[in-house]
């Protein structure tokens, strides 16, 4: 059965860093794209990140780019988010989840982030 | 970036009826269309991808239709169980996005 656990979420300051974690556990990690995804309370769905296999090609939605960095460790099963200068609109629950093909197949159950002074 | 319309907001049924869901996209989107179900506190689950292939374990009055720039989800009767949110999201090109939602709420 594939699992996805993330952990790090919690409270930071506006302008403040952050590192999600996702652990993946039930299928071979390392063949499949890897998404990070969020949801602001009561809105919808956002794609934020996506990572492919070998951890060398990226891509990141636009009003994230060059705060946060998607990263990966085959060896240890597991998926990265870098967040920084967090702004109160980063306020979400972020999901990692499976990327097959471009649909989401699993998703962990999120690690929510609030981004306030 | 492309926009994904979902109609309507919200659709009040009963169970045993029938729930059409549509989503229409700014542009063509090809087949690379997926729906997904969330329920309260729950992270949401894939139904369909490929516009009408469904997910593993996805009981079969879940269908999917369309191509190109309209879709539709079809819940042929509904169960207890299915009234929640409901998302399409496009693959067909970056950034992925998702439409703004469909509740299927109890009548």
């Known amino acids: 059965e594939v699992q996805l656990l993330e952990s790090g979420g919690g409270l930071v300051q506006p302008g403040g860093s952050l590192r999600l974690s996702c652990a993946a556990s039930?299928?071979?990690?390392?063949?499949?794209?890897m998404t990070w995804l969020r949801q602001a309370p009561g809105k919808g769905l956002e794609w934020v990140a996506n990572?492919?296999?070998?951890?060398?090609?990226?891509y990141f939605l636009d009003s994230v780019k060059g705060r946060f960095t998607i990263s990966r460790d085959n060896a240890k099963n597991s998926l990265y988010l870098q967040m920084s200068s967090l702004r109160v609109e980063d306020t979400a629950v972020y999901y990692c989840?499976?990327?097959?093909?471009?649909?989401?197949?699993?998703w962990g159950q999120g690690t929510l982030v609030t981004v306030s002074s | 970036e492309i926009v994904l319309t979902q109609s309507p907001g919200t659709l009040s049924l009963s169970p045993g009826e029938r729930a059409t869901l549509s989503c229409r996209a700014s542009q063509s989107v090809r087949n690379y269309l997926a729906w997904y179900q969330q329920k309260p506190g729950q992270a949401p689950r894939l139904l369909i991808s490929g516009a009408s292939s469904r997910a593993t374990g996805i009981p079969d009055r879940f269908s999917g239709s369309g191509s190109g720039t309209d879709f539709t989800l079809t819940i042929s009767r509904l169960e207890p169980e299915d009234f929640a949110v409901y998302y399409c999201?496009?693959?067909?090109?970056?950034?992925?996005?998702f439409g703004q939602g469909t509740k299927v709420a109890i009548k």
């Open positions: 990572l492919n296999q070998g951890g060398s090609e990226k």
């Open positions: 039930g299928f071979t990690f390392s063949n499949d794209w």
């Open positions: 989840a499976r990327d097959f093909k471009g649909a989401f197949d699993s």
């Open positions: 999201q496009q693959y067909g090109s970056l950034p992925r996005t």
